[in-house]
C-alpha cells in the first residue's frame, strides 16, 4: 500500500511541469487617443509578447500562455485599429490578431511583476520611400559602370542541402560614385551593404544555393542592368540590401520589403527572422514600389536591417558581428521559406 502511494506520488512529480498551467489571458483593453492607442493585455502571470506587423494587420504571438475562458475583450473605437481577435494556436500558445486601419508603428512595453503588456500603437511617420524614390530616379538617369556580378558557386556535399538548386541573387544597394546614406559615425551606406551582402552570400551559399553578388566591389551599378541580370538569369528569388535613414536620429529598427504579392511571404519570413536574431524594433514588413523589387520576376525583397542615422544602430551596422547576425537571421529566413515553398 506505501509502495503504491510512493509511485504516485513520483508520477505526479515527473507529470508536475506539464500539469503547472501557463498565464492565462483575462483581459484586452483597447483605449485609443489622438496620439496613440493603448491596448493592454491582462494575464495571471508574466508573458514575452512578440509582434509581426505585415501590411494592414499586427500579429502578437504570446508565447506560452492560454485564453481564459472569461476573457473579456473591451474596446471604443479607433482610427487605427479595426478588428481584434485573440484566440489560442496551440495548447501552449495564443495569437492576439489586430487589423490596421492605417500605416502605423508599434512598441510593446511588458511591465513585469504586475502581469500586463501594453502594446502602443502610433501613426507612422515614413521615412524610406521619399528618400528612395528621389534616389531611384537618378540612378535610372546615371548610365553607372557596367554591371560585373560575383558568383559563388554551389559547394558539393554528400548530404541534401537546404538550398540545393536554388539560385539567389543579393544585391549590395549603392556604390561607386553613389554612397548612399552616412551612418552617424560617417560610414557610407555603400560599405555597409557591401560587407552585409558578402556575409548573407556565404551563408547562403553553405546552405547549397549558387548566390549572385550584383557587385563585388566599390562600383556603381544601374538598377535596370540590376533587374536584367537578375531575370536572364532566371534566379529564384532577389535579395536587395540597404540601411535606413532618417533625419531623426532616434528613429530605430527594421524594416523589409516586398511589391509583388507572391513576394510577401518571402518579406515574411525575413522580417521574422531579423526582428527574433537581431532585437532591433521591428517597423514591419512594408509593400514598396521600389525599381528592382517592382521589376523583377521572382519573389524579391528589399531589407533595411536597421537605421544607420541611429548612433546606435549605426555602430552596428559596422560591426562584423552584427552583419554576420543578419546574414544568419537572413539564411533562415530563406530556408524557411523554401521549405513552405510546394510548387
Ligand atoms: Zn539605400
Redesign the pocket.
Same mark, same amino acid.
Given at each position: 500500500m506505501r509502495k503504491k502511494l510512493l509511485l504516485i506520488l513520483f508520477l505526479l512529480l515527473l507529470l508536475s511541469p506539464l500539469l503547472a498551467n501557463n498565464p492565462s489571458i483575462v483581459k484586452v483593453e483597447l483605449s485609443p487617443s489622438h496620439q496613440v492607442d493603448l491596448l493592454e493585455v491582462y494575464t495571471t502571470g508574466n508573458i514575452s509578447p512578440q509582434g509581426l506587423l505585415s501590411d494592414n494587420q499586427l500579429t502578437i504571438d504570446l508565447p506560452n500562455t492560454q485564453v481564459s475562458d472569461n476573457i473579456k475583450v473591451v474596446r471604443r473605437n479607433s482610427t487605427r485599429i479595426g478588428k481584434l481577435s485573440i484566440r489560442e494556436i496551440s495548447s501552449q500558445n495564443s495569437r492576439l490578431t489586430i487589423t490596421l486601419k492605417k500605416d502605423v508603428d508599434y512598441e510593446i512595453i511588458n511591465i513585469f511583476g504586475r502581469n500586463k503588456s501594453i502594446i502602443e500603437v502610433y501613426d507612422r511617420s515614413d521615412f524610406a520611400k521619399d528618400?528612395?524614390a528621389a534616389?531611384e530616379r537618378k540612378n535610372l538617369k546615371a548610365k553607372g559602370q557596367k554591371l560585373k556580378p560575383v558568383k559563388y558557386k554551389q559547394l558539393l556535399s554528400r548530404s541534401r542541402q537546404q538550398l540545393e538548386g536554388k539560385i539567389i541573387v543579393v544585391d549590395p +544597394? $549603392?556604390g561607386g560614385s553613389d554612397p +548612399?546614406?552616412f551612418s552617424a559615425n560617417k560610414i557610407p /551606406?555603400k560599405t555597409l551593404?557591401l560587407q552585409t551582402a558578402r556575409q548573407i552570400g556565404l551563408l547562403l551559399q553553405q546552405a547549397g544555393a549558387t548566390v549572385y553578388l550584383t557587385r563585388n566591389e566599390d562600383r556603381s551599378s544601374n538598377l535596370k542592368d540590376i533587374v536584367d541580370f537578375t531575370n536572364k538569369i532566371k534566379a529564384d528569388i532577389f535579395i536587395s540590401i $540597404?540601411?535606413?535613414?532618417a533625419y531623426n536620429r532616434d528613429v530605430s529598427g527594421t524594416e523589409t520589403y516586398y511589391y509583388n504579392s507572391d513576394s510577401q511571404r518571402l518579406a515574411q519570413n525575413i522580417q521574422k527572422n531579423l526582428v527574433l536574431g537581431l532585437g532591433r524594433k521591428d517597423r514591419g514588413v512594408r509593400r514598396g514600389m521600389f525599381y528592382t523589387i517592382h521589376h523583377t520576376n521572382m519573389p524579391a525583397v528589399l531589407i /533595411?536591417p536597421a537605421y544607420i542615422s541611429n548612433w546606435q544602430e549605426g555602430d552596428l551596422a559596422g560591426s562584423a558581428s552584427f552583419q554576420n547576425k543578419i546574414a544568419a537571421a537572413m539564411a533562415k529566413g530563406v530556408i524557411s521559406y523554401f521549405r513552405n515553398t510546394h510548387d
Open positions: 528618400l528612395m534616389w +544597394g $549603392h +548612399g546614406a /551606406e551593404t $540597404h540601411y535606413n535613414f /533595411e
